[in-house]
């Protein structure tokens, strides 16, 4: 057997109450957006968006609604190769594991979309509001993936190589999930909350975001096993490195389009500063809106 270190074998059940059991992987989207709503009150009082408390909770649960949604029938879609078309019930099997990054990026966009009309808020200031907070919520599920002990690496040599229980072959591997907490979340996180110190030309946050993630996300799986019921798609490349494609060039043109706009000091241009006014939109909004209206 290759050297390896000991994989630490976490129980993924936290607590459990007779039927009732709290899992790491249920705590992990709990606390993900637990922390991305705080950065996200933050950055609205930072940019001057005229958001009060309970706005801030309908849009976090929007986008509970849709993440959830969207992770789980995007897995379905992509990852399920057929097989729940055999049995449509299962697709209500939330706790059976099965949630794609990539459907729950669509449905959080589609509900944020939805919400931020409901609110009178330009959908791409939504989108950037939301995105610096995002990453956190990624780092908190890739460690759930790892104390899961599932969505391992491939077979490696590599002194820090793991052997994880439910692998087969009993080999170790790349611990490919940590590999994404740390890029996908705290490196992601740690770029966009040093471009979110002020209001930035809408989109450019949403499309460093996709940018940045479509970027970890194919290098990092290069050293993760390719999902059993798919394998590779097309040569060495697997469906995740095939789904982040889209999000490349879509953030790429979301950037280019926030730097023209604040290039032109269109509406969308940044604030100078955590203590300026805001833009002629923002502060028309704040004057002209009842801060007491009920959501």
Avoid: C
């Avoid at 607590?15 to 705080?38: K, Q, T």
């Avoid at 801030?56 to 078309?85: E, M």
């Avoid at 080999?171 to 909350?193: C, D, M, N």
């Amino acid at each position: 057997m290759l050297a390896s270190i000991a994989y630490p074998n976490i129980d993924p059940v936290l607590v459990s109450i007779g039927p009732i059991a709290i899992r790491w992987y249920g705590l992990a989207y709990v606390a993900g957006f637990v922390v991305a709503g705080f950065v996200l009150r933050s950055l609205a009082r930072r940019w001057k968006v005229d958001l009060s408390d309970d706005d801030l909770l309908d849009i976090v649960l929007w986008a509970v609604a849709g993440l959830v949604v969207g992770a789980r029938l995007g897995y379905v879609v992509f990852y399920g190769a057929g097989t729940y078309w055999d049995d449509p019930a299962s697709i209500l099997a939330f706790w059976d594991g099965g949630m794609s990054f990539h459907g729950g990026l669509v449905g959080i966009l589609l509900t944020g979309w939805i919400v931020a009309r409901k609110k009178g808020i330009p959908p791409l200031r939504l989108f950037d509001l939301g995105a610096v907070g995002a990453p956190l919520g990624i780092f908190f599920g890739r460690i759930a993936n790892f104390i899961n002990g599932e969505l391992w690496g491939r077979v490696s040599d590599v002194p820090w190589a793991m052997v994880f229980p439910r692998a087969p072959g009993d080999l170790p591997r790349h611990p490919s999930q940590l590999y994404e907490a740390l890029l996908e979340g705290l490196v992601i996180f740690v770029v966009l909350w040093f471009l979110a110190r002020r209001k930035r030309g809408d989109g450019l946050i949403i499309g460093t975001l996709l940018v940045l993630y479509s970027l970890f996300r194919t290098f990092v799986e290069f050293f993760r096993e390719p999902d059993v019921q798919l394998g590779f798609i097309a040569g060495p490349f697997t469906m995740g490195q095939l789904l982040t494609l889209p999000m490349v060039f879509a953030g790429a043109w979301l950037i280019w389009r926030a730097l023209r706009d604040e290039a032109a000091g269109s509406g969308n241009a940044p604030v100078e500063d955590e203590g300026a006014e805001g833009s002629a939109e923002d502060v028309v909004r704040t004057e002209s809106s009842d801060p007491t209206r009920p959501v």
